[in-house]
């Protein structure tokens, strides 16, 4: 499976930014997708899910601000987020979920830094 990140950048604090997260090699629709996120020395960690039933799940840090949707029709799937923070600095990874666990190797990701 091959997974190509994409949208990040440089944003001010509040602000809203939309990833995108190209898939193939895979049928994308009977996947479920997470969206992850590494920030500088931290771990990488789980931001929100998209199972292929079509129920999502999020980070609590990000409940309420960002929301995972996608497009079986273009093996792509999106996060949007809202009311920007800081914290929200990483770089952001997709992956294919697999009974809970990341299952293809991490691509480059794509980066965005949320300004104070």
């Known amino acids: 499976v091959q997974l190509q990140a994409s949208g990040g950048g440089l944003v001010q604090a509040g602000g809203s930014l939309r990833l995108s997260c190209a898939a193939s090699g895979t049928i994308f629709s009977i996947r479920n997708m997470g969206w992850y996120r590494q920030a500088p020395g931290k771990q990488r960690e789980l931001v929100a899910v998209h199972t292929r039933d079509g129920s999502t799940s999020y980070l609590d840090s990000v409940k309420g601000r960002f929301t995972i949707s996608r497009d079986n029709a273009k093996n792509t799937v999106y996060l949007q987020m809202n009311s920007l923070k800081p914290e929200d600095t990483a770089v952001y990874y997709c992956?294919?979920?697999?009974?809970?666990?990341?299952?293809?190797?991490w691509g480059q990701g794509t980066q965005f830094t949320v300004s104070s």
């Open positions: 992956n294919v979920l697999s009974a809970g666990r990341p299952l293809n190797s």
